[in-house]
């Protein structure tokens, strides 16, 4: 089967990155299929190195590519070198490709400013856990979710010191919202007198963050402390309700003797 693409198809949609167009050609074709892919590809917010590509492939076969550092098309198959040399031979053609370039920086400007620089400063919580081994008594997770975007470091520190050994991490994990969260694991042996602390470094986090572990309580205590007393509270409160009640309902009350 032999056609002919026109690059002006492409110039009809914006430069998003990563963009899938697929377009069936014809109802009785029998399932052949033409995909027309425009990138905006860049490394650096300065966009010092952003190029706009247009990809046509035909059921799934890349043919033919526009490269806008180089402003021409490449072909790949004879049919995609025969379209190339008759696209590069029009300025016009070379021109309205190019000008793809300028959309390219107009998005890519608005996506840095309003999607790619937003940080969300994580929440961090040291809690006690088994060890997953007999190698050491205790195990203390650092875990630090509902952060964006990824790229984090979390850092052990007993005493002010860096702890290099008997530290797992799993990664960036998705939680499907476009947060993100980590979980460090410790496995140590308890010195008295020590401090352990969690030290989490990310882009919402210029300086850093360090939260420190306190083993005053295990943890298990500590939560059934905070239940107890917050069903003393709730007593109390009930308790003051219902005399204030009494009280109310006993005032004016005239007491009349029976015979």
């Given at each position: 089967m032999h056609f002919l693409t026109t690059p002006a198809m492409s110039t009809f949609y914006s430069c998003i990155s990563n963009a899938v167009l697929l377009f069936a050609l014809l109802p009785n074709t029998d399932g052949y299929f033409l995909q027309l892919l425009t990138e905006c590809r860049y490394t650096s917010e300065d966009?010092?190195?952003?190029?706009?590509?247009?990809?046509?492939?035909?059921?799934?076969?890349?043919?033919a590519r526009y490269n806008s550092t180089l402003n021409k098309y490449i072909g790949y198959t004879e049919h995609g070198v025969n379209n190339a040399e008759?696209?590069?031979a029009d300025p016009a053609v070379l021109a309205?490709?190019?000008?793809?370039?300028?959309?390219?920086?107009?998005?890519?400007?608005?996506?840095?400013?309003?999607?790619?620089?937003?940080?969300?400063?994580?929440?961090?919580?040291?809690?006690?856990?088994?060890?997953a081994s007999s190698k050491h008594p205790a195990?203390?997770?650092?875990?630090?979710?509902?952060?964006?975007?990824?790229?984090?470091?979390?850092?052990?520190?007993?005493?002010?010191?860096?702890?290099?050994?008997?530290?797992?991490?799993?990664e960036e994990l998705s939680n499907g919202d476009w947060y993100y969260q980590l979980h460090s694991h410790l496995e140590y042996t308890p010195r008295s007198g020590e401090t352990i602390s969690c030290k989490v470094e990310h882009g919402s986090l210029p300086q850093g963050k360090v939260v420190t572990w306190d083993p005053s309580m295990p943890e298990a205590e500590r939560n059934k402390v905070i239940i107890g007393a917050s069903a003393l509270v709730l007593g109390l409160i009930i308790t003051i309700a219902g005399v204030v009640y009494y009280k109310k309902k006993s005032t004016g009350r005239i007491l009349v003797p029976s015979s």
């Open positions: 966009l010092h190195d952003i190029e706009f590509l247009s990809r046509q492939i035909f059921n799934k076969l890349e043919f008759r696209w590069n309205r490709q190019l000008s793809n370039l300028d959309v390219c920086k107009h998005n890519t400007a608005l996506y840095w400013e309003n999607m790619l620089k937003k940080t969300v400063e994580p929440s961090i919580e040291i809690i006690s856990a088994s060890p195990m203390l997770v650092c875990a630090v979710y509902d952060f964006y975007p990824k790229g984090i470091k979390v850092t052990w520190l007993r005493d002010g010191q860096e702890v290099t050994s008997d530290v797992t991490s799993t």
